[in-house]
T-cell receptor
């Protein structure tokens, strides 16, 4: 059974600083996903990482995947207040009909 | 951009009552899912649905839950006799292909059981 662990669960940052959110998963995952959720809102897809060594960047966010270490990272560069949200990673695995298994989420707060 | 539409956005119900949560997936998607999120917690898989039948369900999805695609456009989640612990945000999602990376989530229905 796939388990997904994120850390940290809470992250308070100052604007302009860099930080990394880590996502470890317990067994082979076909793909690794990152979602953003604003309070009371739905899940917004950020990245889908398909293979070992995959790196994707969008604005101040960059996600990477190391399948050998079973680790994905979401790196935040020069944080701004608008990035304040909860970030979830999720995996799925073969034979699961594509069901996503989510981590507990990282609540990011970016302060001026 | 195509959307997954969920109604209602908020439902309050008394314990023991039946509720039906509705979803309209993206029209060319074939795989449908329900997830739930208890306030402040992680998103949990409930059930997946393909070709008019359940593909997989989690331990949460017990006999009190059922899903249906009654008319080719709607996808519903029914909770027969709600409990306080069913209070959560329920998200519908759809995907064009099995395990395809094009998951689209709806905006959610906040269910409050009192």
């Amino acid at each position: 059974e796939l388990k997904v662990e994120q850390n940290p669960l809470f992250l308070s940052m100052q604007e302009g600083k860099n930080y990394t959110i880590y996502c470890n998963y317990s067994t082979t995952s076909d793909r690794l996903y990152w979602y953003r959720q604003d309070p009371g809102k739905s899940l917004e897809s950020l990245f889908v990482l398909l293979s070992n060594g995959a790196v994707k960047q969008e604005g101040r966010l960059m996600a990477s995947l190391d399948t050998k270490a079973r680790l994905s990272t979401l790196h935040i560069t020069a944080a701004v207040h608008d990035l304040s949200a909860t970030y979830f990673c999720a995996g799925n695995y073969g034979g699961s009909q594509g069901n996503l298994i989510f981590g507990k989420g990282t609540k990011l707060s970016v302060k001026p | 951009e195509p959307e997954v539409t969920q109604t209602p956005s908020h439902q309050v119900t008394q314990m023991g009552q039946e509720v039906i949560l509705r979803c309209v997936p993206i029209s060319n998607h074939l795989y449908f899912y329900w997830y739930r999120q208890i306030l402040g917690q992680k998103v949990e898989f409930l059930v997946s649905f393909y070709n008019n039948e359940i593909s997989e369900k989690s331990e949460i999805f017990d006999d009190q839950f059922s899903v249906e695609r009654p008319d080719g456009s709607n996808f519903t989640l029914k909770i027969r006799s709600t409990k306080l612990e069913d209070s959560a945000m329920y998200f519908c999602a759809s995907n064009r292909q099995e395990g395809g990376y094009g998951y689209t989530f709806g905006s959610g229905t906040r269910l409050t059981v009192v």
